[in-house]
């Protein structure tokens, strides 16, 4: 599936380097796979989850800024993103017994 301005298409290769791309993927079967590569699955979540994560600090600033211009729109896009999308989506962590993961221990 592809994105552009909340419209989902089936044609991923319509308006190149416009669209958000994206793909159904089985969790049972990546997790089978990455069992044949040694990896474990270390959690599942969802992409809000993930992207609050990664930059908490950012994210906070953005969402406490002062509604104007630039700011708002960055984030009422921020929020699109995490509240909406990223609830739908689902990000899958694996990693390799005995890694850190992400420079940080399970």
Request: charged letters at 35%; proline letters at 3%.
């Amino acid at each position: 599936m592809s994105y552009r301005r909340h419209t989902a298409r089936e044609d991923v290769l319509a308006d190149p380097g416009e669209r958000d791309t994206t793909a159904h993927v089985t969790f049972t079967a990546l997790a089978a796979r990455g069992e044949e590569c040694r990896l474990r699955e270390d959690r599942i979540e969802t992409l809000a989850q993930t992207l609050i994560a990664a930059g908490e600090e950012a994210f906070a600033r953005t969402l406490a800024a002062p509604d104007a211009g630039e700011e708002l729109r960055q984030r009422l896009q921020l929020k699109t993103l995490v509240f909406g999308m990223g609830e739908t989506f689902r990000v899958v962590w694996q990693r390799k017994d005995g890694e850190e993961f992400g420079g940080k221990s399970p």
